[in-house]
C-alpha cells in the first residue's frame, strides 16, 4: 500500500523568499515520487521526479526536491519565490510493480496551495 | 507531439443525463489512467487501462461509471444517470508501456458539471 501525507495544506511566503513544501510518503515497494504543480483551471505539470537515483532532484523553475528514506520524506523546495508560483501543489507516490516493471496507480496528497505575497 | 487531448475541456449535463469523457493519450503510450478531483480536494484515482484491458479499477464508484481503452480511438470515461455530486474534474494520464520511470504526462482535464 501507498499513501502520501502533504503536512501544510496552505502556504504563504513573501516574493523573493524561500519555499518549503513537506511531504511524506509510505510505499511497501521502492517509490518513485514526484511533485506536480496545478494552476487554477490547467491541467498538471511535472516539476520534477525521483526514480531511486540522486537523491536530490533538480526540477523546472528553480525546484528541487530531496528524498530521505529515513524520514520518508520528499520535500519540496525553491531558494526564492516568484509570483508565478503560487498555485497548488502535490506530491505523489507510485509503487513500482516487481513483477511488471510497469506503472502503478498514482497516488496524490491532497495539495498544498501557495500563496506568494508582494 | 501532441501531449494527452481531453475532450471536451467543459461539460454540463442535467441530472439522470450521460456524461462521455474522451482522452487520446500521447502518441506511443498504452496505458492510460482516469482520476477525479473533487473541489478543494486531490486527485482521487479511479481506473488503469491497456489497451483493450481494464488491469485496475479499485477506484472506481461500483455503479453508473464505466471506462474503456479500445484498440482504436480514444479511452471513454462513461457516467450514466449522472448526479450533482459527479461534477468534479477528470483527469486522464498516459505513460509508456515499458521503463522504470513511471511518469505519467496528464491532459488539461475535463470540468463537469452536473445541473
Known amino acids: 500500500a501507498q499513501s502520501v501525507t502533504q503536512l501544510d495544506s496552505h502556504v504563504s511566503v513573501s516574493e523573493g523568499t524561500p519555499v518549503l513544501l513537506r511531504c511524506n510518503y509510505s510505499?511497501?515497494?521502492?517509490?518513485?515520487l514526484f511533485w506536480y504543480v496545478q494552476h487554477p483551471n490547467k491541467g498538471l505539470q511535472l516539476l520534477l521526479k525521483?526514480?531511486?537515483?540522486?537523491?536530490l532532484v533538480k526540477g523546472i523553475n528553480g525546484f528541487e526536491a530531496e528524498f530521505k528514506k529515513s524520514e520518508t520524506s520528499f520535500h519540496l523546495t525553491k531558494p526564492s519565490a516568484h509570483m508565478s508560483d503560487a498555485a497548488e501543489y502535490f506530491c505523489?507516490?507510485?509503487?513500482?510493480?516487481?513483477?511488471?516493471?510497469?506503472?502503478?496507480?498514482?497516488?496524490f496528497g491532497t495539495g498544498t496551495r501557495l500563496q506568494v505575497t508582494l | 507531439n501532441a501531449g494527452v487531448m481531453q475532450n471536451p475541456r467543459h461539460l454540463v449535463r442535467r441530472r439522470g443525463q450521460e456524461a462521455r469523457l474522451r482522452c487520446s493519450p500521447m502518441?506511443?503510450?498504452?496505458?492510460v489512467y482516469w482520476y477525479r478531483q473533487l473541489p478543494e480536494e486531490g486527485l482521487k484515482f479511479m481506473v488503469y487501462?491497456?489497451?483493450?484491458?481494464?488491469?485496475?479499477e479499485s477506484g472506481m464508484p461500483k455503479e453508473r461509471f464505466s471506462a474503456e481503452f479500445p484498440k482504436e480511438g480514444p479511452s471513454i470515461l462513461r457516467i450514466q444517470q449522472v448526479v450533482r455530486g459527479d461534477s468534479a474534474a477528470y483527469f486522464c494520464?498516459?505513460?509508456?508501456?515499458?521503463?522504470?520511470?513511471?511518469?505519467?504526462?496528464f491532459g488539461q482535464g475535463t470540468r463537469l458539471t452536473v445541473v
Open positions: 494520464a498516459s505513460s509508456p508501456r515499458y521503463g522504470e520511470n513511471t511518469e505519467a504526462f
Open positions: 510505499s511497501s515497494y521502492s517509490p518513485s
Open positions: 525521483y526514480t531511486s537515483a540522486a537523491t
Open positions: 505523489v507516490v507510485s509503487d513500482q510493480l516487481i513483477n511488471t516493471g510497469t506503472a502503478s496507480k498514482l497516488t
Open positions: 502518441k506511443g503510450h498504452s496505458h
Open positions: 487501462l491497456q489497451k483493450e484491458n481494464i488491469i485496475d
